[in-house]
């Protein structure tokens, strides 16, 4: 089968300029304030943080941050996996879009130094944040379920794995993308062959660091509970955010008249197919995750879904069901919600406001401590009326600040070539189109 | 059709001169390659014809525009299909468990849709398979087994390297030599006439065709007819043995006849050095609950064995109790139910369905007149033997239970007949005046 291909527009702006200034001045800008905003409201908060069995105002604080944190590290992360696919499975039409893709993945240093602002209290000694940090989580009577895992879970251990984390997903972002610059200079092919047999044992790495980041940051906060699928789950949620994302940064970076000529609908049909595929793998891990352990019915298990499925909580669950899968799967199934831009971008921002409230669902349950002593006594006992929803304004202004630093972080990666202009598989893409 | 100028050494149809060139089926022209083939396609239709198709060997990128073909209709089907199967799965499972027969199965409610996801999403993907399959087929005309295009000998390539324009004469535009003329000046690299096969014959199925399908549908229909014809008449005749060395296998039963062997017997003695499953269980009260007495007749056992086998004592006790519950709990719950009052799952079901049926009170105590309580009237040994060997409908089961765990289920018996018949004196006495 032949295959069309197309030379580059010869009036294409492909220069970024003053793009990734732009974005990273105005990311800095959101971050300042949604940063300060977010100490103000901490700091004058009234809520008694021991009702939820915390010590201090700060305990809130540290949670939206874990949220927050995971929504940018996800976003960027998802994009790290695009790239490696892109080359195992010598794609092509990513090939034009690939520059914007590696400006996000390229984000995850400064993602990674934005965690630091979680990571450290807790090697500090902060015991407001993981359960598995305070005295009662070492009581070898009370919590003897946790015992096995305390080595584990260590702030030592876990603050060089989180070091681990960092090097490894910054490293594969850095080396792809200095690779692919590289290319721009020599034009030499052999750099697209390297780069796809990197990527085979790339995607093994990123598969255990992706799965490996998921349980410590966010599964340890529940840190009794079991779900093997977890990891799977955070990297499919993910992903939905890293496709949403780039649909929209794409179409800024076309907004400001660079890549007009290359970047087409065909282009953005493959972004919303992946959106939309995506959306489907979260919901099937999802449910998967769900179903074997409401039918399990195991009190290490269920505790998870005990304080999600009753209260307060059982509307934000149904909530997620509806808006983050049933509503944009049915939508973006059809083939041209995904090729008008105004749908691909009334679903893209619709789905990055629901990842947000998906990582809110799977952390803030956590927040009243009585959640780790309902597995102490008993599977049906525990005081499930008395958890609440309760959005707090910290929560939503720590999540506006974390999208400024991943701004901030891709605005950084913006610059020469907004395109890979001899990559081989160049014209391919830009010849792109859906059968 | 014109054969014989090709210095092909396929024969000529013989056919021919009989009945004439035959009817004119249309214009194939063929192009060098896929670009070529997409701007005459687009010629083609800009003509405005609209009884043509084109022939590539893989899919031409862009051929769908030039040809002025519209977008399938497929997914729709699909989406249709996939739905109806998420539907059909879920109503399936209504159908099945929550109407029809509805089935305690643990206490777990029959009509939950958690549980009933995975059948829906399955059946949700076989009917979108199943749509888009054979939707395919319809929307694709298939199974084709034969074109008329197939009589040029040209158009072989096509699976190859070949890519060609056919124009059908019933088209309202068709004039063969304007036909061609376009073809050609949109770059074809030849021109051929495309006729049908002049014989008559070839335009109806062949005969043995039809009969292949007459027969094949008759003889599908003959399992549905013996069964038809079995469920509505009577026969004396034994059944028909569809596996007969299943129903019969070639083998012996015990303590039958069989010529091999000198004695005439199937069953073979014992083997020297060998010693048989319960020969050595010699304490008869441990493995039994009865021993003879003095007169040589089987008494069963009123207390406890002293020791086990290996020589240890026999302790009625705590440990010995928990055991006892333990095993209970897992081997007698389903029909004599936790407190041993006959109410397990087993009875509740055949309640529910308007069974009488109810499985033994175990520990019922008998009244005054001495009825009743017919466990506990048993010496110990008795419901020994009951555990071990099953009685009225239920069955024995020394074979799953060890014996020393036999025993600590009788002392468990015990000790539920105690608790549920206690009486004040039953509870220490600095502890009563708790007692409201």
Request: proline share 12%; hydrophobic share 25%; glycine share 10%.
């Given at each position: 089968m032949s295959y069309p291909t197309k030379t580059l527009h010869?009036?294409?702006?492909?220069k970024a300029g003053d793009l990734g200034k732009k974005i990273s001045r105005v990311g800095a800008g959101i971050a300042v304030v949604g940063l300060a905003i977010s100490l103000v409201l901490t700091m004058s908060?009234?809520?008694?943080p021991a009702a939820a069995?915390?010590?201090?105002?700060w305990s809130r604080f540290l949670h939206a941050y874990v949220i927050g944190w995971s929504y940018i590290a996800s976003i960027s992360i998802g994009m790290m996996w695009l790239i490696l696919l892109h080359y195992l499975v010598r794609g092509r039409w990513v090939t034009v879009v690939r520059r914007l893709c590696e400006a996000m993945a390229s984000a995850f240093p400064v993602v990674w130094i934005v965690g630091l602002g979680f990571v450290l209290p807790v090697l500090a000694?902060?015991?407001?944040?993981?359960?598995?940090?305070?005295?009662a989580a070492h009581d070898p009577i009370l919590n003897h379920a946790l015992a096995h895992k305390l080595g584990w879970l260590s702030p030592g251990f876990w603050g060089v794995r989180y070091i681990a984390y960092g090097a490894i997903y910054s490293g594969l972002a850095w080396y792809f993308a200095k690779k692919s610059r590289e290319q721009d200079e020599s034009g030499d092919a052999k750099i697209t062959d390297h780069l796809r047999v990197v990527a085979g044992p790339g995607m093994i790495l990123f598969a255990f660091t992706t799965c490996f980041l998921a349980f410590d940051v966010l599964m340890s906060l529940l840190p009794k509970w079991y779900s093997t699928i977890y990891g799977v789950s955070f990297w499919a949620s993910g992903c939905v955010g890293a496709f949403s994302a780039l649909a929209l940064l794409v179409l800024y970076t076309q907004r400001t008249g660079r890549l007009v000529h290359s970047i087409n609908e065909e282009h953005y049909h493959d972004i919303g197919k992946w959106m939309f595929s995506f959306t489907f793998f979260w919901a099937y891990t999802a449910f998967s995750q769900f179903m074997l352990q409401w039918y399990g019915n195991l009190p290490e298990e269920t505790v998870f879904y005990k304080y999600r499925m009753f209260g307060d909580w059982q509307w934000m669950s149904i909530a997620i069901l509806v808006g983050y899968w049933a509503f944009p799967f049915v939508f973006l199934m059809s083939r041209w919600t995904k090729r008008i831009k105004t749908t691909l971008v009334f679903f893209a921002v619709w789905q990055l406001v629901f990842h947000w409230i998906d990582l809110y669902w799977n952390v803030m349950?956590?927040?009243?401590?009585s959640v780790h002593d309902g597995l102490n006594v008993g599977p049906?006992?525990?005081?499930?009326?008395?958890?609440?929803?309760?959005?707090?304004?910290v929560d939503v202004t720590v999540w506006i600040a974390m999208i400024g630093f991943l701004l901030v972080g891709i605005g950084r990666n913006l610059?020469?070539?907004?395109?890979?202009?001899?990559?081989?598989t160049l014209g391919l893409s830009l010849a792109h189109e859906q059968l | 059709m014109s054969t014989s100028d090709h210095g092909h050494d396929t024969p000529a149809p013989k056919l021919e001169p009989v009945?004439?060139?035959?009817?004119l089926y249309g214009l194939l022209a063929q192009y060098d390659t896929p670009g070529e083939l997409k701007d005459a396609a687009k010629r083609v239709r800009e003509a405005g014809y609209t009884q043509f198709d084109c022939y590539s060997p893989f899919p031409v990128h862009g051929i769908d525009p030039a040809m002025g073909i519209k977008r399938t209709i497929l997914p729709l089907i699909i989406f249709g299909g996939g739905f109806t199967g998420a539907l059909g799965g879920l109503a399936l499972q209504w159908y099945c468990n929550a109407h029809a027969w509805t089935w305690n199965i643990s206490g777990k409610?029959?009509?939950?849709i958690p549980a009933n996801i995975p059948i829906a999403y399955e059946c949700g993907i076989l009917l979108a398979v199943f749509a888009s399959f054979f939707g395919m087929w319809i929307a694709n005309k298939l199974?084709?087994?034969?074109?008329?295009?197939?009589?040029?000998?040209?158009?072989?390539t096509v699976t190859d390297d070949g890519f060609f324009i056919g124009i059908e004469?019933?088209?309202?535009?068709?004039d063969a030599a304007k036909t061609k003329k376009l073809l050609e000046d949109a770059g074809a690299i030849a021109v051929e006439e495309c006729r049908l096969?002049?014989?008559?014959?070839?335009?109806?199925?062949?005969k043995w065709v039809m009969a292949m399908i007459v027969a094949s549908t008759a003889f599908a229909l003959i399992p549905f007819a013996i069964a038809a014809k079995a469920r509505n008449t009577h026969s004396s005749e034994p059944h028909i043995h569809i596996f007969p060395d299943m129903d019969f296998q070639p083998k012996y039963k015990s303590d039958t006849a069989m010529d091999l062997f000198a004695d005439g017997r199937a069953n073979r003695g014992e083997i020297p050095g060998t010693i048989a499953r319960?020969?050595?269980?010699?304490d008869s009260v441990f493995y039994t609950g009865a021993a003879k007495n003095s007169d040589g007749v089987d008494v069963y056992t009123t207390g406890f064995p002293?020791?086990?086998?290996?020589?240890?004592t026999f302790a009625v006790d705590g440990a010995l109790l928990a055991r006892g519950q333990n095993r209970f709990n897992i081997y007698?719950?389903?029909?004599?139910g936790y407190d041993g009052q006959g109410d397990g799952m087993v009875p509740r079901r055949v309640k529910l369905r308007g069974g009488l049926w109810q499985a033994r009170n175990l520990a019922e105590a008998p009244d005054a007149q001495g009825k009743g309580g017919v466990v506990e009237q048993m010496p110990n040994g008795l419901v020994f033997s009951r555990i071990t060997n099953g009685f009225q409908t239920m069955k024995g089961y020394g074979a799953q239970i060890p014996a020393g765990d036999r025993w600590a289920i009788v002392a468990y018996i015990r000790a539920l007949e105690r608790a549920q018949n206690?009486?004040?004196?039953?509870?220490?006495a600095e502890d009563r005046s708790k007692i409201r």
């Open positions: 010869p009036d294409e702006k492909i908060s009234g809520a008694d069995g915390h010590v201090s105002k000694g902060n015991k407001d944040l993981y359960y598995w940090t305070t005295d349950p956590n927040y009243d401590w049906l006992a525990g005081p499930i009326a008395n958890h609440h929803v309760g959005l707090s304004g610059k020469g070539n907004l395109i890979p202009v001899k990559d081989p | 009945h004439g060139p035959g009817e409610p029959t009509w939950s199974p084709q087994v034969w074109h008329p295009l197939f009589r040029n000998d040209k158009f072989t004469a019933k088209d309202g535009r068709f096969d002049p014989d008559p014959a070839s335009k109806q199925m062949p319960g020969w050595l269980e010699a002293t020791a086990y086998p290996d020589g240890r007698c719950t389903p029909c004599h206690a009486s004040v004196e039953d509870v220490r």
